[in-house]
């Protein structure tokens, strides 16, 4: 090649690189951290980060396994220890036996629900996803030259995929179909009735199961319990505050275990060696903490639907997990986003846009309820002020 066709070519940028839509919560943070470093107080109600820290015995944990010179390279696949308490903890909460051998550990959830489709999806190939969905799935699954196909859940059956409506999304090209229970944006559980009905469509199923432990009414399931055509991806970042620890794992079907390890043994060698190992005290010596820190999320998710239904949002089915508040509100704005953005500026709170969770959820805000109850109050009352200048009375009924 000449030099001088070089030289056009360094300016290039990939067509993946730049259609992949903003995370748009990311863009309601950012704009935070800069107004917070003008000098305004902002209280943040957008980002879905446990505010505790990694509970104690967890850090020792990893500070010992560097001690030991636990800092090297492990398997692609994690270490056995680790594998063997994933397999464990699937036994003692759902009753479910799985194959340690069958356990990939991954750097975050995130990486592992990536592996996942790119062992799944031709160009061209198909996956369902309910709308509202985690934002990134679609992103996933159009980098990897994938189709997301929407299935729309709606508000009054809490956003919950029908069955039937995911049987007629079905076609040839169809590879996987991709829930998420307990649920990021909406914090409602599948009941299990329908999770056992779509493990029965005879399409694989990739279960993200991130928020499983972070359930204050009734019972999560595993959907391992109705099928082993399926993966399941888990991570320790939400219910034990280890986000910046940077662990996952996946469950996958013995034959993709090899595809999937190839790819990791590529793309990120394996997971932290000292971090497998504070893994594995989060799984078998964690349980008082993990439970200390559900009550206090309870506390401010029934602190918080209650004071949002005051002040005029609708909220037709209460979340009973996670830690998300899906609220509609349809009657101040339907456009999420500048909504968001003017709660931001006005009111010095951060939300996050509805829209950035697909087209039904456009129209809605989807609060957190990761910080302090006194912040929550504290955000929520200026919230109302901000919908009291503006429109009159938020509580008023339509």
């Avoid at 995370?23 to 003008?38: G, T």
């Avoid at 996933?140 to 997301?148: A, E, K, T």
């Avoid at 497998?276 to 999320?297: C, P, Y």
């Avoid at 005029?312 to 997990?321: H, N, Q, R, Y």
Wanted: charged letters at 25%.
């Amino acid at each position: 090649m000449e030099r001088e066709d070089i030289k056009r070519k360094q300016g290039f940028i990939s067509q993946r690189a730049v259609e992949i839509p903003p995370f748009l919560v990311m863009d309601v943070l950012e704009r935070a951290m800069e107004m917070a470093a003008e000098g305004a107080d902002i209280i943040h109600l957008e980002v879905g980060e446990p505010d505790f820290d990694t509970p104690a015995n967890i850090t020792q944990a990893g500070m010992e396994a560097m001690r030991r010179g636990k800092t090297h390279y492990t398997a692609s696949v994690g270490i056995p220890e680790l594998r063997r308490a994933v397999a464990q903890t699937h036994k003692r909460d759902f009753g479910v036996e799985v194959d340690p051998d069958c356990v990939v550990i991954t750097s975050g959830s995130s990486p592992g629900i990536l592996l996942i489709l790119a062992a799944l999806l031709d160009p061209g190939c198909e996956i369902i996803v309910s709308d509202p969905h985690y934002a990134c799935y679609p992103n996933f699954i159009r980098f990897l030259g994938g189709v997301p196909v929407f299935v729309p859940a709606r508000a009054e059956e809490g956003f919950q995929m029908d069955p039937d409506h995911v049987n007629n999304a079905i076609t040839g090209r169809t590879r996987g179909i991709l829930i998420n229970s307990p649920s990021n944006p909406t914090g409602t559980v599948m009941p299990r009735d329908r999770m056992k009905n779509l493990a029965q469509l005879g399409v694989p199923i990739i279960s993200d199961e991130i928020y499983n432990g972070l359930v204050y009414e009734g019972h999560a399931h595993s959907i391992l319990e109705f099928t082993r055509n399926a993966f399941v991806v888990n991570g320790f970042s939400k219910l034990y505050a280890m986000t910046g620890w940077r662990l996952g794992y996946m469950v996958a079907l013995p034959e993709h275990v090899r595809p999937i390890r190839k790819m990791a043994q590529n793309f990120f060698i394996s997971a932290a060696d000292f971090v497998q190992w504070a893994g594995v005290e989060a799984l078998t010596n964690s349980s008082d903490e993990t439970a200390r820190m559900k009550e206090i999320f309870n506390q401010r998710r029934i602190a918080m639907i209650g004071r949002l239904k005051e002040i005029g949002f609708k909220i037709l089915v209460d979340p009973t997990a996670a830690f998300y508040v899906l609220a509609d509100a349809r009657r101040f704005s339907h456009d999420s986003y500048r909504f968001a953005f003017d709660i931001l500026e006005d009111a010095g709170v951060g939300v996050a846009p509805g829209i950035d969770f697909g087209n039904n959820a456009e129209g809605f805000i989807r609060f957190s309820y990761t910080n302090s109850l006194e912040n929550i109050h504290e955000g929520l009352d200026r919230i109302e002020l901000y919908l009291r200048r503006r429109f009159g009375s938020a509580a008023e009924s339509d």
